[in-house]
């Protein structure tokens, strides 16, 4: 039985950011990514997607989502995605994006139950993770590892994680990305295969 | 053809020490997991013919391993592989130890160590600071990276340089019970 999980997939450099000090991904672009791409796969099994405003801008500009909104749907289809801001922001014309605000555990409880079973993915950015993941609703982190270093820029997660709350569950090199998977959360220390388990039940009673 | 390495353990978020300077997360997390077993440091060390700290580490090992007072654990753990602090101050030596103080520009004491190297690897210990002088004089080749299952937040990082691809190769990708090690062959630097 597979069980859904919410799970932070982001690329990083080696140093641990996901943009450099001037918000640009560059670095990231030149990166040879091989023939297989994982995150096709990894994206259809989400049902639910937040982000962070910073990281919603950025996408808006990168892909000129406001003057070619089809690009939106190309990319999420409509996987209903949850962004947090303060701010006003601009929508995404015709796309299923709810702008939210506050705390993230109600906000999570309403992505569960529209991702339907499928798994609920952070975007990013790091502290919009870090307070998931202060809220214990961080099940997973899937680091796609650049072959770059940065020395300043966003954090991947801003958070104090110790060994007894991650465990290293899976590794493998795709082109020139090194992906490493984490279980996350005290299950971490029960080790991967129980942790796998564990998180079956949680999420059977949840 | 011999090579500069800068081996070191890391968080996830790419530091070397915690805000405190401490090592006890890597600690833990080598002994919570199978790590300890399965740690490829003595076989990297044993092509090692020269090693390079700069003066934090240093006075981190020291303190550590109380070598002031056990100076015989130095050779314990390095045999009687030379070493070279980089330090702008004066520091305590270790009794009976190989261990030459310098300062300033790394490349006459990266042509000393070769020297003493002979067909034996050099390992550059760290800090990032250190490790990044050597980089930026092209005298880098090698990053291996023990990546413990730990975030951090802040501290000492890894390697304070931009250093991008293709300048950096993904050459080796391996788990060791709760860490993955990364190696990246380092290019020189542009330009």
Not at chain 1, 14 to 25: K, P, Q, V
Not at chain 2, 21 to 28: G, K, T, Y
Request: glycine share 10%; charged share 20%; proline share 6%.
């Amino acid at each position: 039985m597979v069980v859904a999980k919410t799970q932070y997939y982001t690329a990083t450099s080696i140093d641990g950011y996901t943009a450099d000090r001037d918000n640009s991904l560059e670095w990231l672009f030149e990166v040879d990514e091989g023939t297989d791409n994982p995150f096709g796969a990894f994206f259809s099994g989400v049902g639910a997607f937040a982000m962070g405003a910073a990281t919603y801008e950025w996408v808006l500009k990168n892909d000129n989502l406001l003057e070619e909104p089809e690009n939106w749907h190309e990319m999420y289809g409509d996987v209903p995605c949850w962004v947090f801001t303060n701010r006003e922001l601009p929508p995404v014309p015709d796309a299923n994006v709810f702008m939210v605000s506050g705390d993230v555990r109600r906000v999570h409880d309403a992505m569960v139950v529209a991702a339907q079973g499928r798994n609920v993915w952070l975007a990013g950015g790091g502290e919009l993770v870090g307070e998931f993941t202060d809220a214990g609703l961080l099940d997973e982190i899937i680091l796609a590892i650049a072959p770059a270093v940065l020395g300043a820029g966003t954090p991947v997660l801003p958070r104090q994680l110790t060994s007894q709350q991650l465990a290293l569950t899976h590794v493998a090199q795709m082109g020139q990305f090194a992906y490493l998977t984490y279980a996350v959360g005290s299950l971490a220390r029960l080790g991967r295969h129980l942790a796998a388990d564990a998180l079956a039940r949680k999420h059977a009673y949840r | 053809m011999p090579k500069t390495q800068f081996y070191t353990a890391t968080s996830i978020d790419g530091f070397i020490a915690d805000a405190d300077n401490s090592l006890d997360w890597l600690f833990e997390a080598d002994q919570a997991g199978e790590h300890e077993a399965a740690n490829p440091f003595a076989a990297f060390f044993a092509d090692v013919g020269a090693f390079a700290m700069g003066a934090t580490t240093y006075e981190w090992v020291l303190e550590h391993d109380a070598l002031l007072d056990q100076p015989l654990k130095w050779a314990d753990y390095y045999g009687d592989t030379p070493a070279w602090v980089f330090s702008h101050r004066s520091l305590a030596s270790i009794p009976g130890a190989d261990l030459t103080f310098v300062q300033g520009d790394v490349r006459p004491v990266h042509a000393a160590m070769a020297e003493a190297a002979k067909d034996k690897n050099i390992w550059i210990v760290g800090g990032g600071e250190l490790a990044g002088a050597f980089a930026d004089a092209g005298l880098l080749d090698e990053l291996i990276l023990g990546v413990a299952p730990v975030t951090l937040g802040a501290g000492a990082p890894l390697l304070p340089r931009r250093m991008t691809a293709p300048r950096l190769t993904l050459t080796g990708l391996e788990r060791k019970g709760e860490f993955a090690y990364l190696t990246y062959r380092v290019g020189p630097p542009p330009g």
